[in-house]
């Protein structure tokens, strides 16, 4: 089945769809930076970088020619729903938001037998559940025949993902199939831990690493087995590097406390006087994880936000990577980390925006299931009209 991928970021819908048999025929992300990952993983799918509203039908056309599109994924940007912005029940005019409208334009187009949409939790609260209700709305009477539409909060670490992380899961499959969308029964008993997840990866101190590295050790159980599954080398795991004082900050918090919890010792100094403490604070800088406990929602912040669980570090990118889901032979381009003058989304935000690959294929195989079923339904509605 053929899939057109539109904030696409850096592949992780895609991913997960890809190992459940889909083609994505084409991908569309308004990053550079995302551009330069998605086409290293995926070079057989052609990407449009840019503004989705200043493409054209014709733009879509000239790349897909006459393939037929049965899906089409995507995860309008997000920032203007979260539970992280306090405005988020004042943002209806937010243009990012209206980006959603250019996704129901692309369905208006293809008529696809089913779309699936992600986004974050908050999304549900705003406005006291109306802005949710327009998006079904909108959904239901899309394309030529509308849209059966259900949506679920879906939680990450149900699906083998070593990340307690929680998103809105839009589903919508073509009125005329005659079928209501499913949703992946929960996969995993026990939910997979931080260790679990990288404690093969080399052990590396801040400032450590390099663009390639040997494993040094064997994988030790059946999720690294998988992540391992076709990478001989470990790729983007180099370390930040630390001053002095933020690692002697950083021995100090033991699993589960973050920077509140040693303030008086090592908090954070004001810009400039370094002999006065900041009297800004935020409790979730630096808070060192569990190992025996999946990682709490990996975001787009995460390079400062988490402190490894033993190593008195922040997470490398591919640490990152490994929490969220994406094999080791996935390769992450652009800068690893960004200055504020920069272009383009940096490696850390490129995985931490990105729908976990291992959520996705689970979406991806209860949804295939569900259309290849309505597509035997059809074929034998069409053989006895033939014979009658």
Same mark, same amino acid.
């Given at each position: 089945?053929?899939?057109?991928?539109?904030?696409?970021?850096?592949?992780?819908?895609?991913?997960?769809?890809?190992?459940?048999?889909?083609?994505?025929?084409?991908?569309?992300?308004?990053?550079?930076?995302?551009?330069?990952?998605?086409?290293?993983?995926?070079?057989?799918?052609?990407?449009?970088?840019?503004?989705?509203?200043?493409?054209?039908?014709?733009?879509?056309?000239?790349?897909?020619?006459?393939?037929?599109?049965?899906?089409?994924?995507?995860?309008?940007?997000?920032?203007?729903?979260?539970?992280?912005?306090?405005?988020?029940?004042?943002?209806?005019?937010?243009?990012?938001?209206?980006?959603? !409208? &250019?996704?129901? /334009?692309?369905? #208006?187009?293809?008529? =696809?037998?089913?779309?699936?949409?992600?986004? $974050?939790? %908050?999304?549900?609260?705003?406005?006291?559940?109306?802005?949710?209700?327009?998006?079904?709305?909108?959904?239901?009477?899309?394309?030529?025949?509308?849209?059966?539409?259900? !949506? &679920?909060?879906? /939680?990450?670490? #149900?699906?083998?993902? =070593?990340?307690?992380?929680?998103?809105?899961? $839009?589903? %919508?499959i073509r009125k005329d199939l005659?079928?209501?969308?499913?949703?992946?029964?929960?996969?995993?008993?026990?939910?997979?831990?931080?260790?679990?997840?990288?404690?093969?990866?080399?052990?590396?101190?801040?400032?450590?690493?390099?663009?390639?590295?040997?494993?040094?050790s064997l994988p030790k159980n059946?999720?690294?087995?998988?992540?391992?599954?076709?990478?001989?080398?470990?790729?983007?795991?180099?370390?930040?590097?630390?001053?002095?004082?933020?690692?002697?900050?950083?021995?100090?918090?033991?699993?589960?406390?973050?920077?509140?919890?040693?303030?008086?010792?090592?908090?954070?100094?004001?810009?400039?006087?370094?002999?006065?403490?900041?009297?800004?604070?935020?409790?979730?800088?630096?808070?060192?994880?569990?190992?025996?406990?999946?990682?709490?929602?990996?975001?787009?912040?995460?390079?400062?936000?988490?402190?490894?669980?033993?190593?008195?570090?922040?997470?490398?990118?591919?640490?990152?990577?490994?929490?969220?889901?994406?094999p080791d032979d996935f390769i992450?381009?652009?800068?690893?980390?960004?200055?504020?003058?920069?272009?383009?989304?940096?490696?850390?935000?490129?995985?931490?925006?990105?729908?976990?690959?291992?959520?996705?294929?689970?979406?991806?195989?209860?949804?295939?299931?569900?259309?290849?079923?309505?597509?035997?339904?059809?074929?034998?509605?069409?053989?006895?009209?033939?014979?009658?």
């Amino acid at each position: 089945m053929n899939s057109i991928d539109l904030f696409s970021g850096c592949g992780g819908m895609t991913l997960g769809f890809h190992w459940a048999g889909f083609n994505s025929v084409l991908a569309s992300d308004i990053d550079e930076n995302c551009e330069k990952t998605f086409t290293r993983n995926f070079p057989e799918t052609p990407f449009l970088c840019g503004d989705l509203s200043n493409f054209t039908k014709v733009d879509f056309d000239n790349i897909i020619n006459t393939k037929q599109i049965d899906v089409i994924l995507g995860g309008p940007p997000c920032q203007g729903f979260s539970l992280a912005n306090k405005r988020r029940n004042k943002v209806s005019e937010d243009p990012r938001n209206k980006l959603f !409208y &250019e996704f129901v /334009k692309t369905i #208006d187009w293809y008529n =696809p037998k089913a779309f699936v949409m992600e986004n $974050v939790k %908050g999304l549900l609260s705003m406005q006291s559940g109306q802005v949710m209700q327009q998006i079904l709305e909108e959904f239901q009477s899309a394309g030529q025949f509308g849209y059966e539409v259900r !949506y &679920e909060v879906l /939680k990450a670490s #149900d699906y083998g993902v =070593p990340q307690s992380r929680e998103r809105v899961i $839009v589903i %919508g499959i073509r009125k005329d199939l005659n079928k209501i969308p499913l949703f992946p029964s929960k996969k995993e008993a026990k939910e997979i831990t931080v260790g679990e997840a990288i404690s093969d990866l080399p052990d590396i101190n801040a400032g450590e690493g390099e663009v390639l590295m040997p494993y040094l050790s064997l994988p030790k159980n059946n999720y690294q087995k998988l992540m391992r599954k076709h990478s001989k080398q470990v790729y983007n795991h180099i370390a930040m590097k630390h001053t002095q004082r933020l690692i002697d900050r950083f021995k100090a918090i033991k699993p589960g406390q973050n920077l509140l919890d040693v303030w008086e010792t090592h908090g954070a100094v004001k810009r400039g006087s370094p002999n006065e403490k900041s009297k800004i604070k935020f409790s979730q800088n630096n808070l060192r994880l569990f190992k025996d406990k999946p990682a709490p929602t990996i975001a787009a912040s995460f390079q400062s936000n988490f402190i490894h669980p033993y190593l008195d570090r922040n997470f490398t990118a591919r640490e990152g990577a490994r929490l969220q889901s994406f094999p080791d032979d996935f390769i992450f381009e652009g800068m690893r980390t960004k200055m504020s003058w920069e272009k383009g989304l940096s490696q850390y935000q490129q995985i931490g925006n990105a729908v976990p690959p291992l959520m996705a294929y689970e979406i991806a195989i209860s949804l295939k299931s569900t259309l290849i079923e309505n597509v035997h339904v059809l074929e034998e509605v069409k053989k006895e009209k033939a014979v009658n």
